[in-house]
């Protein structure tokens, strides 16, 4: 039995033995955020809890709310397995009003399946696995393009240069990995876009030269490699490192400042997909960046951004209908062009965000915008 089932299967456990009533009414609403606060995936779950908590400090200093936001955090170290007792422990012990989470898909959907049974309501701001919105469930969210409309951004990239006509996917073996380059292959095929190789290379610090080797041999124009930040940077520095200098694309998985410094110089004219354009001419995103910046003494990436729009819509539902789960729910059904830090942010009917995403290349260690669209 996997990892996946034995968190299923443990939270209904505890679901099973207790009586859930809904939380009393009080002057505090408490907030779980849960995502990796430790190990590989740390970059991607500390800068979405940063996000949440610079939203949620302004919210409290301003007084927006009627009610004080207190943000209770945990680490799932990126495995599904622990997000069981994690969520039963917030919901039960620590009566949570809603959730923003997880980053890694897999303990996403687990966390969705728990907020389905205690009827919590779920955004999620960094996971792009479009199955997370299709499962009909009313209680999750999605703040972030998700790998569709993240495929779709590189694919018509792709198909815009003439002499991108023989194309290599790479892929990381995970969950992650896995979605994101099915969805994109499809695009691709569609499109009349040949694939002659089909790689999935495993996670962790492995050699690469065997799936560089492969690439050489093929000889593809382009490169599409669906990977997270640390496997991506080892990927691009060996193909760098062997003189491979084929043009490489990629989703946001690759937009962190992490990934700049691993990969380095390797990294240089990339294509990626950049859901947050920091160079947007906007008061609210300007006025955003100085102030994560003058807090968390960094710069603010794609996924604090997010997580800063999530808290921020959240705290508006709340605003508009206090902490009741059938009501804050409800309010974040209706959020439409919502004037977040990335853009205008709405959901459709499943809860996603219907937003197309741009694109940008690596260009002097940064991503800069290939085009400026003000959404």
């Known amino acids: 039995m996997n990892c996946y089932r034995l968190s299923i299967y443990f939270v209904f456990f505890f679901l099973a033995q207790a009586i859930y009533c809904e939380e009393p009414r009080s002057n505090v609403v408490n907030i779980g955020v849960i995502g990796p606060l430790s190990g590989s995936g740390a970059p991607y779950g500390e800068k979405q809890l940063r996000g949440v908590i610079l939203a949620a400090e302004e919210m409290n200093e301003s007084g927006f709310l009627p009610y004080s936001i207190n943000i209770i955090k945990a680490d799932d170290q990126g495995n599904s397995a622990l997000v069981g007792e994690i969520a039963r422990d917030m919901v039960f012990e620590q009566n949570v009003s809603a959730f923003i989470g997880c980053v890694n898909s897999s303990c996403t959907h687990v966390l969705e399946m728990i907020c389905v049974k205690v009827q919590k309501p779920q955004i999620t701001t960094v996971s792009t696995d479009p199955s997370i ?3 009909g469930t009313p209680w999750i969210f999605r703040c972030l393009a998700d790998d569709r409309k993240q495929a779709k951004a590189l694919v018509c990239y792709i198909d815009g240069i003439d002499e991108y006509d023989r ?3 790479l892929t990381l073996d995970n969950r992650y990995g896995k979605m994101g380059a099915r969805t994109c292959k499809r695009l691709l095929k569609e499109r009349g876009l040949e694939v002659i190789l089909d790689e999935v290379f495993p996670a962790g610090n492995h050699d690469r030269s065997a799936l560089v080797q492969r690439v050489g041999q093929s000889k593809p124009s382009v490169i599409v490699l669906w990977s997270l930040y640390d496997e991506a940077s080892q990927v ?7 003189g491979i200098g084929i043009p490489v694309v990629a989703p946001d998985g690759v937009t962190t400042a992490a990934f700049l410094k691993k990969a380095g110089i390797a990294s240089e004219g990339m294509i990626v997909t950049l859901p947050f354009n920091r160079f947007r001419k906007t008061e609210t995103t300007r006025n955003f960046l100085r102030r994560y910046k003058k807090r968390w003494g960094q710069e603010a990436d794609s996924f604090a951004a997010h997580a800063y729009d ?6 508006l539902a709340i605003k508009r209908g206090g902490i009741e789960a059938f ?4 309010n974040l059904a209706l959020t439409t062009n919502f004037p977040g830090v990335t853009g205008l942010i709405s959901f459709d009917a499943t ?21 400026y669209r003000d959404k």
């Open 133 to 135: 919105t299709r499962a």
């Open 236 to 242: 691009m520095k060996a193909l760098r490192e062997s």
């Open 310 to 315: 999530g808290m921020n819509i959240l705290g």
């Open 351 to 371: 809860g996603n965000d219907v937003r197309d995403v741009d694109l940008a290349v690596v260009k002097n260690g940064k991503f800069v915008p290939l085009s």
């Open 327 to 330: 009501s804050i729910k409800d």
């Open 167 to 169: 194309v290599a996917v």
